[in-house]
């Protein structure tokens, strides 16, 4: 195509030759492609076709000379008729969206891979969606098409009532906190949380952990009924403490904020103990302590490589100094593991690690490693700010700025993090089971 094509209201007639080329349904497909998007205006009074690559643009414009112009559209006669102008206008803006529908759909997959066979959707809920809003804010709730012309400092907003109907999709995907780039929900998981778009590491579940980290087979869970009380009776007027940890527990399927077991990676060994920051910020209460605790106990007596993935906002304020004596005694654990049976710990922080996760054993381990853009520190920026009465420097407190501290050891990604580990293993003198002992084990 020709970069310098003109808008069609700004055209004479002897341009009209190209019409059946340019927008003609059949060839629409073929001019598609990854970086392509089909706009419109919000009297509804125009299209254009967005090729973002060479920034070319394909516009349908609704003026009376191109609605007169049926012969160029399709065969047939020229009318005056306004009638038959509508008739012609209704066939395009179908024919353009049948168009675009097709292509979304091959391009976002929604077919029984994503969504299920139980799962069904009709074609005026997959168009609801499709021009409904895609948000990068998260605080719209009204569904839009964001439009762009030539200018640079021009936009338009199509708003719709129809919000029912985009949230019926709204499962299908995750935003990205950093680039507000859309992930799919199956891919993403698959991607290992890692926002396709920018690289940036997503939170992940401790069950999702587990599979990233874990040999397939091999998870054995420790003290997984373990169940917090209200020791000192913590009232609140928003929410009674039992009545959180109840709807926690229905919302994330766990019974706290970490879960801790054994398995092997890559056919080693080891203790493993992964937080949880959908379980209440991935607080520090006395179950959390005391499952670590036996946790870090179990490997010093079995001499099993230990590691402790942290995502947590600190010590649970619902169970007072309670929730911070765990941290010295898991401290305690660690030192007999560590300095008196010389065994190999490592703590992996993610994001975010904060309180007293990160005033123990948070920053305890032989080898630290963090997670990409990771927020880690002792207390929050907020929290420095009201207190000291200065301000906190941006990004001060990212896995990037504070290794070049020397708080840490590696800042590793999550695609590279299980060979990373293995490699440290295997230097520390942890290698794979043979096969007699992984049967005897079974």
């Known amino acids: 195509m020709d970069k310098n094509i003109q808008s069609w209201h700004n055209s004479d007639h002897s341009s009209y030759s190209n019409f059946d080329y340019l927008v003609d349904g059949r060839n629409i497909p073929n001019l598609l492609a990854d970086k392509t998007f089909l706009v419109r205006d919000s009297k509804r009074k125009s299209y254009s076709i967005y090729f973002s690559i060479e920034n070319y643009i394909l516009e349908i414009d609704n003026d009376h000379s191109f609605l007169n112009e049926p012969e160029s559209l399709k065969n047939g006669s020229k009318s005056n008729n306004d009638h038959n102008m509508d008739d012609i206008k209704s066939n395009w803006n179908n024919n353009i969206n049948s168009c675009i529908e097709n292509y979304l759909r091959s391009q976002i997959c929604i077919d029984s891979y994503i969504l299920g066979d139980s799962v069904k959707y009709n074609d005026s809920d997959f168009n609801s969606y499709i021009f409904g809003k895609v948000s990068n804010s998260g605080e719209s709730k009204s569904t839009s098409i964001i439009t762009s012309t030539n ?21 299908l995907w995750i935003e990205c906190e950093n680039c507000y780039g859309l992930n799919y929900k199956k891919f993403l998981k698959s991607k290992m949380n890692i926002c396709e ?59 706290e904020a970490v879960q801790t077991g054994t398995g092997q990676l890559n056919g080693i060994p080891l203790a493993i103990g992964i937080m949880d920051f959908q379980f209440m910020g991935g607080s520090m209460g006395s179950v959390v302590g005391e499952k670590i605790t036996r946790l870090i106990e179990y490997a010093t007596n079995q001499r099993l490589p230990l590691i402790l ?130 049967s005897s084990r079974l």
């Not at 952990?209 to 009380?229: A, K």
């Open 151 to 171: 200018d640079p400092n021009a936009s338009y907003l199509e708003s719709s009532n129809d919000f029912d109907d985009t949230q019926k999709y709204k499962h």
């Open 197 to 255: 778009h920018c690289g940036y590491h997503l939170k992940m579940s401790s069950s999702d952990r587990i599979e990233l980290l874990i040999d397939p087979g091999t998870w054995n869970p420790m003290d997984e009924y373990m169940v917090s009380v209200d020791p000192i009776e913590f009232h609140s007027e928003e929410e009674p403490y039992k009545n959180r940890l109840d709807s926690y527990q229905k919302r994330t399927g766990l019974m």
């Open 309 to 438: 993935v942290c995502a947590s906002g600190g010590a649970r304020m619902q169970e007072g100094s309670l929730s911070l004596m765990q941290m010295a005694k898991i401290s305690s654990a660690l030192y007999d593991y560590q300095i008196n049976q010389k065994l190999f710990y490592v703590p992996i922080l993610t994001s975010p690690t904060t309180g007293g996760v990160t005033a123990s054993f948070g920053m305890l381990g032989d080898i630290i490693i963090a997670e990409p853009n990771a927020y880690i520190a002792f207390a929050g920026k907020r929290v420095i700010e009201q207190t000291l009465n200065k301000e906190v420097p941006e990004g001060s407190q990212s896995a990037e700025f504070l290794f070049q501290k020397g708080l840490f050891d590696s800042i590793v990604p999550r695609n590279l993090l299980k060979e990373v580990l293995n490699e440290l293993f295997k230097l520390h003198g942890f290698v794979p089971l043979t096969q007699n002992e992984k």
